[in-house]
């Protein structure tokens, strides 16, 4: 739990201080790293909304989710 809370102030401070090439990929390696995050999908609305990019990027986290969920269930966790 404590990890999550980590990384989620870790990507919340990357969002609003690093530059668009840094914070997007630390987004997504979260999504992937940690199983059902589904604040992602709310930082990727706060990308969409504090810098209003053509690239709708809470569409894509929403989909990396969806896809992510089957794929979870048959690979094994060894962490």
Not at 8 to 16: A, E, H, K, T
Not at 39 to 48: H, K, Q, R, S, T
Request: hydrophobic share 65%; glycine share 4%; no cysteine.
């Amino acid at each position: 739990m404590t990890r999550r809370i980590l990384g989620s102030i870790i990507v919340l401070i990357s969002i609003l201080v690093l530059p668009y090439w840094v914070y997007i990929p630390v987004l997504f390696v979260a999504i992937i790293f940690f199983p059902l995050y589904w604040e992602g999908i709310l930082f990727a609305f706060l990308i969409d909304i504090l810098y209003g990019s053509e690239i709708k990027t809470a569409l894509y986290a929403l989909i990396v989710l969806i896809v992510l969920l089957p794929i979870r269930e048959n690979l094994r966790s060894y962490v």
